[in-house]
């Protein structure tokens, strides 16, 4: 379970404060499948960084089964599997099985856990192909699929995706998708951030709206869809948005 | 945890074709080329000078000069143009009377025309110079003989020149100076690579990310980066100390003279590999600290150029100077110290107050830039790309 109470995030520009994220309270439950729709800039990314025990909040408290992000960042971290989108950052001259081995390490994996989670997730992303091949050579959805197998490598038990299948092609992004019902079946919990409306339709049970750092909307899908009396999601997050800023 | 951070560091960085040319390949040309210089400097076989006159030399003058092995005249019509054209190293004007002028000790002017700026010419001078004092002695010690004057009144004295080490002291005098530029080189050229791609690299492609998302803390990321950056450096160090002897003592006749330590080899070694590694790892700490600062591997880059600078620039202060000349001073200034050591080891010096004193100051300053680099790494702002 995460929770987030009366949490906030400020950054200095310059000599201007920005407030990226604004006192946020919300609880995100085991097994509960959450996306995160927001404009660019809306405090999306910064809120996963800080469940994800990587940027402190300025304010408030996050935790994470119970452990503080603050005063226990390895338990958290252990705890949770994050994919920030775009750039991948995998190590180019090490092939994509030594890039999962070495995270396997860093997430205090044995040996024979690591080469058992490799064979598992090479598998499922049928990567088996490429395992031992230099990932600088790789597509750029070649390389996504490493990547994610990488935030899952230590088996956690939540999940955070940010714009997971941004430069993905349709085969990718599919074979991702089938992905998440998998780790929905599994019991996990799952929030990301995504743009598409339709990726959030088909794998979310319920949404956080973000804008301009302040949550305006959390809550079941299906909830939504009867107050708004519509099922277009992006309609619903449009006219949430002019509510919000008017 | 430490050991895996800092396997798949070396693993990456051995697989980095740059970091491979700028560890070895580099150093090794720079080395080698650079002893050939220094041993064509102390070199005094081979090189020939012409020294131009405008008309037969008198026979004793002559056969004066012929003695000299690196010269040989030559008659030009025009010897100072000659010169002027490179054609000559030197002229020499002596009046057609020189022989009548000598007998009848009537006073008269030689000219030695050359160009001081040119190597060649300046040694050519100087030998031309040096057979005329020595003809001119001889034809006084005549006079007086003739005169039955004893050579003693005019000459009280007489001056003889010892060097303290005849045979090591111009090639030690010159490795000094080349030898701590060269291993502190490499070891700044050796590491920047690693660190440049370490750091600001793994910014660059987003990869600090997903490190940092472990749970392993930040000091065990850092240290590991370190250790793996100063490795290079080392093996940088030392491979750029091993190469200077062994081109030294296999391709060089006079150069290799600095490297008879007789009893003091063991100290000096030991002594030099403990400034390997201790330069190794400070040069590796401000590497890191800037690569941390810096937005991209573009930007780290540029400052690096600070880093090159600085450990070279204190070879000028001292260059002049005897190694037995240093005070407890010059082993307090960082890189200074540096210098200093490694001059006062390839004489033979072995002063355990300087080795102290010099360890101590860059162990401070490592301790410095560590933490400095720590500082910045703890903050989000350095590490985490905007």
């Known amino acids: 379970m995460i929770t987030l109470t009366d949490c906030s995030r400020r950054f200095q520009d310059k000599k201007k404060v920005v407030k990226a994220v604004r006192d946020v309270s919300l609880t995100i439950e085991k097994g509960e499948v959450v996306g995160i729709l927001g404009e660019t800039g809306a405090g999306k990314t910064t809120m996963l960084r800080m469940i994800a025990s990587l940027l402190e909040p300025s304010q408030g408290v996050i935790t994470v089964d119970g452990f503080d992000t603050v005063k226990q960042p390895a338990e958290v971290k252990q705890r949770i599997g994050v994919l920030f989108g775009g750039e991948t950052g995998l190590y180019d001259r090490m092939t994509a099985k030594e890039n999962l081995q070495y995270f396997g390490r860093l997430y205090g994996l044995n040996r024979h856990e690591i080469k058992a989670r490799i064979e598992d997730l090479s598998k499922r992303f049928g990567m088996r192909d490429y395992m031992n091949r230099r990932v600088g050579g790789f597509s750029k959805g070649m390389r996504q699929k490493v990547a994610i197998a990488r935030a899952l490598i230590h088996d956690p038990d939540i999940i955070l995706f940010d714009e997971p299948t941004t430069g993905l092609d349709i085969t990718s992004s599919n074979i991702f998708r089938e992905f998440i019902q998998q780790l929905k079946r599994e019991q996990k919990t799952i929030l990301f951030s995504s743009h598409i409306m339709e990726e959030v339709q088909a794998l979310c049970d319920s949404v956080i709206m973000i804008h301009s750092g302040e949550v305006i909307y959390r809550g079941a899908l299906e909830s939504l869809y009867e107050s708004e009396r519509s099922e277009d999601l992006n309609y619903i997050f449009m006219s949430k948005l002019v509510r919000g800023i008017s | ?386």
């Not at chain 2, 700026?117 to 100087?126: L, V």
């Not at chain 2, 003739?146 to 030690?172: L, R, Y």
């Not at chain 2, 050229?189 to 690693?194: E, L």
């Open chain 2, 1 to 386: 945890m430490l050991s895996h951070i800092y396997k798949k560091e070396m693993i990456d960085a051995l697989r980095d074709r740059k970091t491979i040319l700028l560890t070895i390949l580099v150093p090794m040309i720079m080395m080698l080329g650079l002893v050939f210089f220094y041993e064509s400097m102390l070199s005094d076989k081979g090189e020939q000078y012409t020294l131009a006159v405008g008309h037969s030399l008198p026979p004793a003058l002559e056969s004066k000069l012929n003695e000299i092995d690196e010269i040989s005249v030559k008659t030009f019509a025009k010897p100072e143009e000659a010169v002027d054209e490179g054609k000559a190293d030197a002229y020499l004007n002596v009046p057609k009377e020189f022989d009548s002028y000598v007998n009848s000790m009537t006073p008269f002017k030689v000219d030695v025309y050359g160009n001081s700026i040119d190597q060649g010419s300046s040694n050519a001078m100087q030998l031309v110079q040096s057979a005329l004092d020595q003809y001119k002695n001889e034809i006084v010690q005549q006079r007086l003989t003739n005169k039955h004057i004893d050579q003693s009144v005019i000459q009280p004295f007489t001056i003889q020149q010892k060097e303290a080490d005849e045979e090591k002291g111009t090639s030690a005098i010159m490795l000094s100076a080349i030898l701590p530029m060269l291993i502190l080189t490499s070891i700044v050229s050796g590491a920047m690579p690693i660190a440049l791609d370490i750091m600001a690299g793994e910014k660059d492609r987003k990869s600090i990310e997903a490190l940092l998302l472990t749970p392993v803390s930040r000091n065990k990321v850092l240290v590991g980066k370190w250790l793996a950056v100063s490795t290079f450096g080392v093996a940088s160090g030392v491979f750029a100390l091993v190469f200077l002897i062994l081109s030294t003592v296999l391709f060089t006749e006079n150069l290799k003279t600095a490297f008879q330590l007789g009893d003091h080899m063991w100290s000096v070694i030991g002594a030099s590999a403990l400034i390997i590694v201790l330069s190794a790892l400070l040069i590796s700490a401000m590497e890191l600290f800037i690569s941390i600062m810096s937005s991209s591997v573009k930007e780290a880059q540029s400052y690096m150029s600070l880093v090159v600078f600085l450990p070279v620039f204190p070879m000028f202060f001292i260059f002049s100077k005897a190694p037995n000349q240093f005070d407890l001073s010059y082993f307090l200034i960082p890189f200074l110290n540096l210098h200093a050591l490694f001059k006062q080891l390839l004489f033979g010096m072995v002063d355990p107050a300087a080795i102290l004193s010099t360890s101590g100051t860059i162990a401070v300053l490592i301790a410095i830039f560590f933490l400095l680099a720590r500082a910045c790494f703890l903050k989000d702002k350095w590490v985490l790309p905007k």
